[in-house]
C-alpha cells in the first residue's frame, strides 16, 4: 500500500478534490450547462424535492479517488499516467452515455466535466 501513499502531496489531493467538487456544481448549474445537459438526459434541474445527498457522497468519494490517482501518478509515473487514467474515464463515461441513448451534448458534458476535473487536479499538485 506504501506506493499509492508515499510521497503524495494530500494537501493539493484534498484542495483538488474540492476544487473539483465546486467545479461539479458550477458545470452543472443553470449558469453554465445545466438546462441543456438536463433535457439531454430527460431530468427537471430543481424538481427534486430534497437534496440528492448519495449520489452527492458517491461523486465526493469519486472526486477524492480521481485526485488520489493524480496525486500517485504525479509521485510515481507522471502526466502521462494521468492522460490514461483520464481518458479511460472519459471514454467509460461516454460509452455509458451512448448506451443510455443521453444526447450528444449531455454526453460532452459530462466527458467535459470529467477533463476539466482532471486540469483542476493537476493543477493542485503543480500549484502546491
Known amino acids: 500500500m506504501s506506493e499509492i501513499t508515499a510521497g503524495v502531496d ?18 452543472f ?3 453554465l450547462f445545466g438546462k441543456k ?9 430543481g ?6 445527498v448519495a449520489p452527492m457522497i458517491l461523486q465526493l468519494v469519486a472526486t477524492f479517488f480521481l485526485s488520489w ?4 501518478a504525479a ?13 479511460t474515464i472519459i471514454l ?4 455509458n452515455g451512448l448506451f443510455i441513448l443521453k444526447n450528444h451534448f449531455a454526453i460532452a458534458v459530462e466527458a467535459g466535466f470529467i477533463a476539466a476535473m ?11
Open 10 to 27: 494530500w494537501i493539493a489531493v484534498i484542495v483538488g478534490t474540492v476544487l473539483a467538487f465546486l467545479l461539479g456544481w458550477l458545470w
Open 92 to 95: 467509460i463515461v461516454a460509452a
Open 69 to 72: 490517482a493524480v496525486g500517485v
Open 75 to 87: 509521485v510515481h509515473y507522471g502526466l502521462m499516467a494521468v492522460i490514461l487514467i483520464v481518458v
Open 37 to 45: 445537459w438536463a433535457e439531454g438526459v430527460g431530468i427537471e434541474l
Open 29 to 31: 448549474s443553470p449558469l
Open 118 to 128: 482532471a486540469v483542476l487536479m493537476i493543477l493542485a499538485q503543480q500549484v502546491l
Open 47 to 52: 424538481s427534486a424535492s430534497k437534496m440528492p
